[in-house]
């Protein structure tokens, strides 16, 4: 069951703008949310997370945003750069982590 | 600091034979979760292991299985594969068993091709 969801496979950006990733779940029991970057041949490395308890988490140009009544979070990158290009996985996490299927993110020149 | 090795890094095999994967965790890493990412699939929960105990069970069928080593190294080892078995496998680690709070840090994977 997919217990995370990003339902859009990819996105496209101009460098310099904003990117905006999207996820949902269904898991009210997830208490802890990350987001990953993964670039071909390697392993997901962890980006930003969030816990349930908040509804914001910023680093730098990445924030992560919370809406659990929505049971939605989502990734905004500002701005964008060309080496953003990446697939993004989000998690969730409580009893194990679950993920979803990834968005691959271009950023074009 | 070395990060996660997974050995090796890619493998073919032929269905109804068994693999064993490797993965050394970080030094000082006792938590070792194993994941199964496909196209379209994202990654797919297959078991933690923390302190040689295995703690969490994705929901996979028994031909997958795993174990810790003392030294907090694990295998996963696949019996009677099937195509549908043909994937990259993911090994992470992090240092306690709080899964919530604790970085994961993954290994470059290994890449299996059943034919």
Same mark, same amino acid.
């Given at each position: 069951?997919?217990?995370?969801?990003?339902?859009?496979?990819?996105?496209?950006?101009?460098?310099?703008? *904003?990117? *905006?990733?999207? +996820?949902?779940?269904?898991?009210?029991?997830?208490? !802890?949310?990350?987001?990953?970057?993964?670039?071909?041949?390697?392993?997901?490395?962890?980006?930003?997370? *969030?816990?349930?308890?908040?509804?914001?988490?910023?680093?730098?140009?990445?924030?992560?945003?919370?809406?659990?009544?929505?049971?939605?979070?989502?990734?905004?990158?500002?701005?964008?750069?060309?080496?953003?290009?990446?697939? !993004?996985? +989000?998690?969730?996490? $409580?009893?194990?982590?679950?993920? $979803?299927?990834?968005?691959?993110?271009?950023?074009?020149? | 600091?070395?990060?996660?090795?997974?050995?090796?890094?890619?493998?073919?095999?032929?269905?109804?034979?068994?693999?064993?994967?490797?993965?050394?965790?970080?030094?000082?890493?006792?938590?070792?979760?194993?994941?199964?990412?496909?196209?379209?699939?994202?990654?797919?929960?297959?078991?933690?292991?923390?302190?040689?105990?295995?703690?969490?069970?994705?929901?996979?069928?028994?031909?997958?299985?795993?174990?810790?080593?003392?030294?907090?190294?694990?295998?996963?080892?696949?019996?009677?594969?099937?195509?549908?078995?043909?994937?990259?496998?993911?090994?992470?680690?992090?240092?306690?068993?709080?899964?919530?709070?604790?970085?994961?840090?993954?290994?470059?994977?290994?890449?299996?091709?059943?034919?």
């Amino acid at each position: 069951d997919q217990q995370v969801k990003q339902n859009s496979p990819s996105l496209s950006v101009q460098e310099g703008r *904003i990117s *905006i990733l999207n +996820c949902d779940y269904t898991n009210s029991m997830f208490d !802890y949310f990350l987001w990953y970057k993964k670039y071909p041949a390697e392993g997901p490395t962890f980006l930003i997370s *969030i816990s349930s308890i908040k509804d914001k988490n910023e680093d730098g140009r990445f924030t992560v945003f919370l809406n659990k009544s929505a049971k939605h979070l989502s990734l905004h990158i500002v701005p964008s750069q060309p080496g953003d290009s990446a697939v !993004y996985f +989000c998690a969730a996490s $409580g009893d194990d982590m679950r993920f $979803g299927a990834g968005t691959r993110l271009t950023v074009k020149p | 600091k070395a990060g996660v090795t997974q050995t090796p890094r890619y493998l073919i095999k032929t269905r109804g034979q068994q693999v064993t994967l490797s993965c050394s965790p970080i030094s000082g890493h006792r938590s070792v979760s194993w994941y199964q990412q496909t196209p379209g699939q994202g990654l797919q929960f297959l078991f933690e292991y923390f302190s040689e105990t295995q703690r969490n069970k994705g929901n996979f069928p028994g031909r997958f299985s795993g174990r810790q080593f003392s030294n907090s190294r694990s295998e996963m080892n696949v019996s009677t594969l099937e195509l549908g078995d043909s994937a990259l496998y993911l090994c992470a680690s992090r240092l306690g068993a709080l899964l919530s709070t604790d970085t994961q840090y993954f290994g470059p994977g290994t890449r299996l091709t059943v034919l």
